[in-house]
């Protein structure tokens, strides 16, 4: 009874000063934000975080995201990879908290009759032994050590969180940036056929004129390389089509297969260009955020080493039962216990402990740089996506206007060579640039709606946490990290 008040003293002793936890706390480094962002546009901060594929106004797309949410296997393989972690948190929780276990045995011995003291010979040497045992430690967490370990783990769970949302936001942004890829494909497919078709015509005409002695054989072959380098691009185009429709179809979870079409390029809409302040980018975008709790894992890593130095504290208790007759087995004299405190700590470690705290303190600064170079990363991406999106736009309504003349220069052309005014070559020229012109232009017709998708990408924002709880591995149905319950 002494001994159970000792252990209890000792160990009210050592709760009280369990506040005590060793290594530095975790602050966010500091990093030089810009003001604002190279490019001047009106703050938007609310379409951020809105389900920003539906301005597209293409059901077919909104279908397209939904089923790669569904059924992407990189999202269910990151789900995963949290409940890794929320496993590793449950485990590190545990060594704080006591530990209640059991254990039985039976078992047939011999004892020796020429051993010291030796056996009377009035003893039977062959006797059973049944065994009984209620067993109880728990481990005092003196100096924080398995405090900086559940703290470390639990960082390691959101970081996986967050790397879960990146998936959610490159498949969303994957999918939208390949259709629109697609569609854009289609139209200069379409391009290439119709003008292979107008081509071939003039050949036919051609070739009907030559018959008649109208035109020269240099015509005839000016105008069948026409018809050819039209027809050229047919195969090239299609065989583009299908590598995208190939990406697309394993983005949803599927096999290579054809995709279905919904609006044409011409026909989308170009959804609002979000632009918010760049210090937002630090509170949202999955990538800083895994690379800031990374870096508090590492930070609390280290005050889990630097803990080693001190000591260790612990308590056991044993209850049960030793017999040799099954029959008093659970009798009164057959019942054994124990109650232990054990003290230990290093003296000398010849430089161990010292190697994982310097090791430790080395993997933080790793962590804080790869946290500074993210987020400077992310400045950069979005600046660029940015500037590019208003760029590419621009780009689009001057190749628009490029077209247009270009088309009227070509039917002149057209004209001028009816009336016998200019040769072949004038109208092969034009109409081959009006032909290079209208594919540039159905590129960067799909350009445009790509680099507003990247402005949404390199933002980050509520949407990631709207397309994710359209999978089926959403993060409020896994478990938040915080929420996690120990068992």
Do not use: H
């Amino acid at each position: 009874m002494r001994t159970l008040t000792r252990a209890a003293l000792l160990a009210a002793a050592t709760c009280l000063a369990g506040c005590i936890t060793v290594g530095p706390d975790y602050s966010r480094p500091e990093v030089q934000v810009p003001a604002t962002w190279r490019i001047d546009l009106p703050q938007a901060e609310e379409v951020v975080n809105t389900a920003w594929w539906e301005q597209f106004d293409d059901p077919v797309l909104n279908d397209l995201v939904q089923s790669a949410l569904q059924g992407n296997l990189d999202v269910r393989i990151a789900a995963a990879r949290v409940d890794q972690f929320i496993g590793a948190l449950r485990s590190a929780r545990s060594q704080g908290l006591p530990q209640i276990g059991y254990g039985a045995n039976v078992s047939r011995n011999r004892a020796s009759q020429a051993g010291m003291p030796p056996l009377p010979p009035t003893l039977d040497p062959v006797f059973d032994l049944y065994q009984g045992m209620l067993s109880a430690s728990w481990q005092i967490d003196l100096f924080g050590r398995v405090r900086r370990l559940t703290e470390a783990a639990q960082a390691q769970v959101y970081a996986s969180e967050q790397a879960q949302r990146g998936v959610v936001l490159s498949l969303v942004t994957g999918v939208a940036t390949s259709y629109i890829t697609l569609r854009g494909l289609d139209r200069q497919l379409d391009i290439a056929r119709a003008t292979a078709g107008n081509f071939g015509e003039t050949l036919r005409i051609f070739e009907l004129r030559y018959r008649d002695g109208l035109v020269s054989q240099t015509e005839l072959a000016q105008v069948r390389s026409q018809y050819k380098l039209a027809q050229t691009a047919i195969p090239a185009i299609e065989q583009q089509i299908d590598i995208v429709e190939n990406g697309i179809s394993v983005l949803l979870g599927r096999t290579p297969g054809q995709i279905p079409r919904g609006k044409s390029v011409s026909e989308l809409v170009l959804p609002v260009i979000p632009a918010d302040l760049p210090s937002t980018l630090l509170e949202r975008r999955p990538d800083i955020l895994q690379a800031e709790q990374n870096l508090v894992a590492a930070n609390a890593n280290v005050g889990a080493a630097r803990a080693l130095y001190y000591p260790t504290i612990s308590l056991t208790g044993a209850l049960g039962s030793v017999s040799t007759a099954f029959g008093d087995f659970l009798s009164g004299p057959a019942q054994v216990w124990s109650v232990a405190a054990g003290l230990t700590g290093p003296i000398f470690t010849s430089g161990a402990i010292g190697g994982q705290v310097q090791s430790a303190e080395a993997q933080k600064r790793q962590a804080e740089l790869v946290y500074r170079q993210t987020v400077l990363g992310a400045f950069g991406d979005t600046n660029n996506a940015l500037v590019s999106s208003q760029k590419t736009i621009e780009q689009a309504e001057l190749q628009q206007q490029r077209v247009e003349a270009l088309r009227e220069f070509a039917r002149l052309s057209r004209l001028k060579f009816e009336d016998g005014l200019i040769g072949y070559l004038e109208v092969l020229i034009s109409e081959n640039d009006l032909f290079s012109a209208e594919l540039a232009l159905a590129s960067l017709q799909a350009s445009r709606f790509n680099q507003v998708i990247g402005v949404y990408q390199a933002m980050g924002g509520g949407w990631v946490d709207i397309a994710d709880s359209r999978t089926p591995v959403a993060l409020s149905a896994a478990g938040k990290g915080n929420s996690v319950q120990g068992r």
